[in-house]
């Protein structure tokens, strides 16, 4: 594992902690419910983020999914990010799979999804041409916003206008660790008004798969037969689990590593001429940049110098970057590849 690899967190793989515990896991079938390794993960889940109970899936995409479909009703309106991931990048799921429409608002710079333009979205039984509104849906951090953490105050608001209007609020909590550990707060504040909310094991936390969705025992109830119905129920994922434990009570203090690391990397990237960096009101582990015409490289230019030099870094479209600092970056990597991308910058 010689590459220093910035195209994602989900690029972290376990630690040998990690691979011994997976190697040892006492398992059972967990579609019986009988996995006490899975058991262990989803009450240790639920006590962290402050809920009644946890579900383990197999990926982000299904835990957003598997959410809105519990919520929801087809024909159902969910209100979301223009820029959300359950938007963009899960390949309409929303409508294919789960037979409702998403209505999106812009974000603001902060993430954040303004309360009016929420308030404005909201549409109900009154009028007969309308979908029904069930759902708000924002993301914690926002990765396409730059990684932003949305703060405890502000999922509050957004909380209390869901209750006023009588709709369920999820969470996408990719990067809900991320936030806690960015905004010194603990998670379960971050979650409380929340009817549903899922994070990912197998990206900051470095474990190899998992997601947790996190709710009341009737929600949880709910979404197990909906994983069931999309073939997530997994047999002895105690194996999994095992990491899956680890990373929620060994990897969080690390991100605040890998959030300085990012900082570093955004500070030292700013000071090359012909690139932009991208500030987001608060920095996590993400880092998007631009090219600019200065830069004598164009994006697969880049891309492919850094590559020569063992250093992957995602080319997001054009001359845009992402790069997400993960447990195993380092400060010497870092240092590393601002060296880098000096000598590209002088590159003819
Ligand atoms: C904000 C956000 N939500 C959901 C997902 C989906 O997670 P998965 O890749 O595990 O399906 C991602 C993946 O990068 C993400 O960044």
Redesign the pocket.
């Known amino acids: 594992m010689n590459k220093i690899d910035f195209r994602?967190d989900?690029v972290s793989h376990p630690t040998a902690k990690m691979r011994a515990a997976m190697a040892e896991a006492i398992v059972g079938d967990d579609v019986y419910g009988e996995d006490p390794t899975v058991n262990q993960l989803q009450d240790l889940a639920a006590d962290m983020l402050g809920k009644e109970a946890a579900l383990f899936v197999p990926?982000?995409?299904m835990a957003?999914i598997a959410a809105i479909v519990a919520h929801t009703q087809r024909g159902d309106e969910v209100i979301c990010g223009q820029n959300s991931?359950i938007f963009l990048?899960e390949q309409a799921s929303l409508a294919v799979v789960g037979g409702v429409q998403a209505h999106t608002l812009p974000e603001e710079q902060d993430g954040t999804l303004a309360l009016d333009r929420i308030t404005g979205a909201i549409r109900t039984l009154g009028n007969p041409h309308y979908p029904i509104t069930r759902v708000i849906a924002i993301?914690n951090t926002h990765?396409v916003m730059g990684g932003v953490p949305l703060t405890p105050a502000y999922t509050q608001q957004v909380g209390e206008l869901a209750k006023q209007h009588n709709l369920k609020l999820h969470i996408?909590g990719?990067?809900l660790f991320n936030a806690a550990v960015a905004l010194d707060v603990d998670v379960k504040d971050l979650v409380a008004p929340a009817d549903s909310v899922y994070f990912?094991l197998?990206?900051g936390l470095s474990a190899p798969v998992g997601?947790m969705i996190c709710g009341s025992k009737d929600f949880i109830a709910k979404v197990l037969r909906v994983r069931k119905l999309m073939g997530g129920g997994m047999r002895q994922a105690g194996i999994l689990a095992a990491a899956g434990i680890l990373a929620m009570t060994e990897m969080v203090a690390g991100l605040a590593t890998d959030h300085a690391n990012a900082e570093r990397l955004a500070v030292g990237l700013a000071t090359i001429k012909g690139v932009h960096v991208h500030q987001p009101t608060h920095r996590t582990n993400l880092v998007y940049f631009d090219l600019t015409e200065d830069f004598p490289l164009d994006g697969a230019g880049l891309t492919s110098y850094l590559a020569e030099h063992d250093i992957l870094m995602g080319n997001m479209y054009g001359s845009s970057f992402r790069a997400a600092t993960h447990h195993w970056i380092t400060a010497a990597h870092i240092t590393k590849t601002l060296e880098l991308v000096v000598q590209a910058a002088k590159a003819q």
């Open positions: 994602s989900t990926s982000g995409t957003n991931h990048n993301e990765n996408d990719a990067r990912c197998s990206k997601s």
